[in-house]
Structure formats: C-alpha cells, structure tokens
C-alpha cells in the first residue's frame, strides 16, 4: 500500500501557484508526475502524492522541477485570482473517482489527439516530399527531352549536310560522266570518218581473213574426228569393311539390340566421365576402378597414404559399389589418424558386404576389426569391443583379434591403464 505524503509548502501569485514536494531519493527515472488542469499526482514507490486543485490551470504550460530530493512545481492559473487554499475541501470519495477518471479520460484524448496530428504532420511532410521528388524528377526529366531534343536537331543538320555534300559529289560526277560521253562522241566521229576514207583497202584483207578462219576451222575438226581416245591404265581398288564390335557377321547379328546395347554402354560411360576433371588427364584403361584399387594398394605398401586415398577416392567416383575400396581406404585413414573418417569408410563397406556368405568373410572380419580399432583410438572402449567380439564370431581361431579383444575387456574392467 502506498504511504500518502501530507507535507508540502506551496505559495501562489495572482497568476501562478508555486509547489514544493519534498521526497528522499527522488530522480526524473523513478518519479511519476500526473497533471490535468484539476487534479495533480506523483507516484515515487512506495510514496504517493495527489491534490484536487481548487481552481483549473493551465497544465501544457506548468513545468516541474525535479532535484535535491524535493520537486517543485510552478502551475499557472487559467484565471489570475488568488486561491483560498490548494486542494479543493470537502469532496468525497465518490468525487475523487470521477475527478480521477476524467482527468484520465482528458490525457488519453489529448494523447490520441497528438497522435493524429503527429500522423497527419507525417503525412503531409511525406505528401510534400514526394511533390518535391516529383517535381526533381519532372525537372530532369524535362533536361533528359530538352538534351535528347538538341541531339536530335544536331543529327538531323548533319544529315542535312551530308546529303548536299552527297548531291553536290553526284553533280560533279555526272557533269564529269558527260564531259567523258562528249569527247567519247568525238573520237567516234573522227574514227568513222577515217575510216571511210580508207573502206576498199580494209574490205578486201577482212575477206581474205575470214577465208583463212573458216579453212583453219574444217581442218580442226578433221582432226578431232580422227582422234582415238587412250587405253584405261591399269590400278587395284580397295574395299573397306566397317569395323564391327561384336565378333559376328553382321548378316547373323541383331543390329537394332546391338546398336541399343552399344548406345546405352556410350551414355552410362559419358554419365560416370562428365563430372570428374581428374579423369582427363588419365589413360583409358587407367578409367577403370579396378586398376586405380590396385594403384591404391601399391601406393598403401610404400607408406604414401595420401596418394592411396586419392587414388581409392577416384576409383569410388567411378563405382561406388565395390566394398574393398571403403575398406582399403578405412585402413589409410586409421595410418592418417583420420579416426572417424575409418569408422565410416568401414560402415560403409560393411553395408556393402551383404549378404554375410564365406566368400566376403574375410573383408567382413578386417571392417569390423578398423572400426573396432578407430573406436578404441577415440577411447570408446564399449564399442569397439563389440566390433571385436562380431569379428570372432567370423574367425574364432584369430589369436590377434582374441589378444586385442582381451585387452579391451581389461581396460573396461579397470584392470588394465591405458599407455
């Protein structure tokens, strides 16, 4: 509950009432200052303060001061009278609700006033934005047309200009071509007239020629038909046959199934090719998985375990189906330390070894062993005996997996430290 402060000083002017409110601790961030034109509250935890004014103020325009534990208010009067005390007296319960209530009800109309003048001020301080803003655009728009315009008339005179310069060449070029015509003209009339003058010499030796021709012509053409044409030289003609990759004749083959089967080995070939670089650079029978396990397996015996595992990481880009691959590369990954990279690479080759039958005992019996062996390296001890223990279920006469397997079991039964 509240504790109600009852000591207060307070003077008053014909226009103004000057309040002093002393309270022990009180600061701006605690103190809860309530004031409408009737009625006056601060709330400090656990002090509460509140008067019912005797005469209406102006409250937008009375302040309050807050410091040195005391807070001072200075209310202005809305009339300038002089008060004949603070609060109003003799008011009831009843009326200190509804003085509170409408005093309430006040602030919140006054709040939800501002605020809507503070969204219409927004609105309309955004309204005038966007005019300015179109009005800017509208500018440059106007200078991008005004330029676009100049463009235009400077393209359009050069046109202009080079048509002129254009009809002006074509003038000076016909009045050439007929000043060509003109004079051609005139040797064409100074050669006729030489040439009547000299008609009856050139008449007679253009007769004689003409005979010459025609006897020269019969005379080719006797020729030609008594020309017999050469012998056809002797040669060898070879005849290629189109290489077939089945060894059948083609006349005893199925060509639809065989050109399916082939088109199909084609597109599964380029399939597993097209996204491996590495392949490139590669023989084609260095393509083949089998050939890069083997590469793995001689780069595994000279101790280069990196280079086995990329062999071994080709190799399963090219079949992902082959077990040992996992299992080889299991055992460069336990050289390597790579502890969890061997327990999957093992998983996985035991999820491949499937069905369990005689002939993948062995490859079974070495997964379990890796994995058992990257477990006890991450020191789970637990799990890795139970690798052990599915391994001699295998092989039961293997003393090495029975030693290891023991030696586990001590090391969880505490009897044995781990070196």
């Avoid at 325009?61 to 008060?83: Q, Y």
């Avoid at 008449?203 to 006897?215: D, H, I, P, V």
């Avoid at 399939?271 to 998985?289: G, H, V, W």
């Avoid at 090495?400 to 023991?406: C, L, M, R, S, T």
Wanted: glycine residues 2%.
């Amino acid at each position: 509950m509240p504790l109600q402060v009852s000591e207060y000083s307070w003077q008053q002017t014909e226009t103004a009432v000057f309040l002093s409110l002393p309270l022990r601790g009180v600061c701006v961030r605690d103190a809860d200052v309530f004031c409408t034109e009737n009625y006056l509250k601060v709330n400090f935890a656990p002090f509460l303060f509140e008067v019912f004014l005797y005469a209406p103020i102006d409250d937008e325009s009375s302040k309050a001061k807050i410091g040195n534990d005391t807070i001072v208010f200075t209310l202005h009067k809305k009339e300038a009278v002089m008060w004949e005390a603070l609060s109003v007296s003799g008011v009831d319960k009843e009326t200190m609700q509804k003085i509170r209530e409408k005093s309430i009800l006040k602030v919140q109309e006054r709040a939800k006033e501002a605020t809507e003048a503070k969204a219409a001020a927004r609105r309309e301080d955004q309204k005038y934005a966007l005019n300015v803003m179109m009005k800017i655009e509208d500018e440059e728009r106007k200078k991008i047309e005004h330029m676009k315009e100049n463009e235009r008339i400077k393209a359009t005179k050069e046109l202009e200009a080079w048509k002129k310069h254009r009809s002006k060449a074509e003038e000076q070029k016909i009045i050439q071509r007929e000043d060509k015509l003109h004079q051609q003209e005139k040797q064409i009339e100074e050669g006729k007239k030489l040439k009547h003058k000299s008609f009856p010499r050139n008449s007679t030796s253009r007769n004689l020629a003409t005979k010459g021709r025609n006897s020269e012509n019969i005379f080719s053409e006797k020729l030609k038909e008594d020309r017999i044409p050469a012998p056809r030289s002797v040669g060898s003609i070879q005849v290629n046959f189109t290489p077939r990759v089945f060894p059948t004749a083609l006349r005893e083959s199925r060509v639809a199934e065989e050109e399916e089967w082939l088109h199909k080995q084609a597109e599964a070939q380029r399939a597993m090719n097209t996204d491996i670089p590495e392949l490139s650079d590669l023989k084609e029978e260095e393509k083949n998985p089998e050939w890069l396990k083997d590469k793995g397996n001689k780069l595994f015996a000279t101790e280069n375990y990196l280079a086995a595992i990329n062999a071994y990481n080709l190799a399963i880009r090219l079949n992902t189906k082959i077990p040992l691959l996992y299992l080889n590369r299991a055992a460069c990954h336990l050289k390597l330390k790579n502890l969890h990279k061997a327990i999957e690479d093992s998983s996985k080759a035991l999820e491949l070894l499937t069905p369990p039958v005689a002939d993948n005992a062995n490859a079974r019996m070495k997964a379990y062993v890796r994995r058992g062996t990257a477990f006890c390296q991450l020191e789970l001890y637990v799990e890795g005996l139970q690798d052990y223990e599915a391994a001699l279920k295998i092989d039961p006469s293997n003393k090495i997996v029975q030693n290891d397997a023991e030696k586990i079991r001590n090391i969880i039964q505490g009897t044995e430290v781990k070196s």
